[in-house]
């Protein structure tokens, strides 16, 4: 289990979940929020928070904290988003 | 560090810089639990546990209610103020943690559960040698749950001449959890198992993890006490969660 996770972290970034990362970035700054401030702001380890803005979720221990993170962070900003499950689309 | 009745372990060393992990012990154990678990100091306070009221180094009596001691151990936290928290339980403690996460809204970066799920029901064998004293419970779980030989594991339990076993157990088995509550749960649930759990019911981690958000990792060749069966690969796996 540990192996094949480890396997795929490096493809866990894509065009799309860049441009989706660029969205959560781009309303951040718009309330002039640090990373650091919104990750203390909701609990969120900062690294996840840079993860998703970065699309690259490699950072994430498995798909369900990508997801639920994502899900977090999307309605602190009330951003109106779908996952891209990258995970599962190749 | 000590307050009048209750005992707060690594507390004294708290650098609110780094990460924090407040571990939560099972029926009739106490701060004991954390002794083998080993994080980067860099990255990761101390081990943090309090002693629940009639535990450990503790004053106070015991409670047949998972709601207070989860209550008990949010308003022992509150003075600390603790921004880069993450929760940790093992058995009947993963039902006080879930419990202050889905039912207080207590705010934690990770929740972590070991050898544990919801529900958790206890076998009428194992309530009869409680109601008897804590040693006889104590055999009987040792027996059934652990996996590797160790010795000494006894000392990990509750010495004292009264029924906090009788009352942890109680407490597992009388605790209802709102269904809905853990399916809206804001972050996911680690559930950390022991291959040879023979006290963990994989139907109903099964049941569990089909209904919560939730990543399952599984430890081979543990029992029900990895903390002290297999530190050393629990300690990897939080800190590659946490």
Redesign the interface.
């Known amino acids: 289990?540990q192996i094949s996770e480890i396997a795929t972290k490096n493809c866990l970034r894509s065009a799309h979940t860049c441009k989706i990362g660029k969205v959560f970035k781009e309303r951040r700054q718009l309330l002039s929020l640090s990373e650091s401030q919104v990750a203390?702001e909701i609990?969120?380890?900062v690294n996840y928070i840079k993860g998703i803005e970065h699309g690259d979720y490699s950072i994430f221990?498995?798909r369900?904290?990508a997801?639920?993170?994502f899900?977090?962070y999307a309605n602190f900003l009330n951003l109106k988003l779908d996952f891209f499950d990258i995970y599962n689309s190749h | 560090m000590k307050n009048s009745e209750t005992y707060f372990h690594n507390f004294e060393s708290i650098d609110k810089t780094k990460k924090s992990i407040l571990y939560i012990a099972g029926a009739g154990m106490d701060h004991r639990l954390v002794r083998a678990i080993r994080l980067s100091d860099s990255e990761y306070n101390k081990p943090l546990i309090i002693d629940l009221p009639g535990h450990g180094k503790s004053k106070g009596s015991s409670s047949n209610s998972i709601e207070y001691y989860g209550q008990f151990l949010i308003n022992a936290l509150e003075v600390y103020d603790l921004k880069n928290l993450s929760l940790c339980g093992h058995s009947m403690g993963g039902l006080i943690a879930l419990d202050m996460v889905l039912n207080h809204n207590f705010a934690v970066k990770e929740l972590i559960l070991v050898n544990s799920i919801y529900p958790t029901r206890v076998a009428d064998a194992l309530l009869a040698k409680a109601k008897a004293g804590n040693g006889g419970a104590a055999n009987f779980i040792i027996k059934y749950g652990l996996y590797r030989r160790l010795l000494g594991m006894r000392n990990a339990f509750s010495e004292a001449d009264d029924l906090v076993m009788l009352d942890d157990l109680d407490a597992c088995n009388n605790y209802e959890l709102d269904l809905n509550n853990i399916k809206n749960a804001e972050i996911p649930i680690s559930i950390i198992l022991g291959s040879k759990d023979r006290l963990v019911d994989l139907k109903t981690v099964e049941n569990f993890t089909d209904i919560v958000p939730s990543q399952t990792y599984t430890m081979d060749e543990v029992g029900h006490f990895s903390f002290f069966e297999d530190p050393v690969e629990l300690s990897r796996l939080i800190s590659s969660i946490v």
Do not use: D, G, H, R
């Open positions: 289990m203390s609990f969120v380890n221990p498995a369900i904290f997801l639920q993170y899900k977090k």
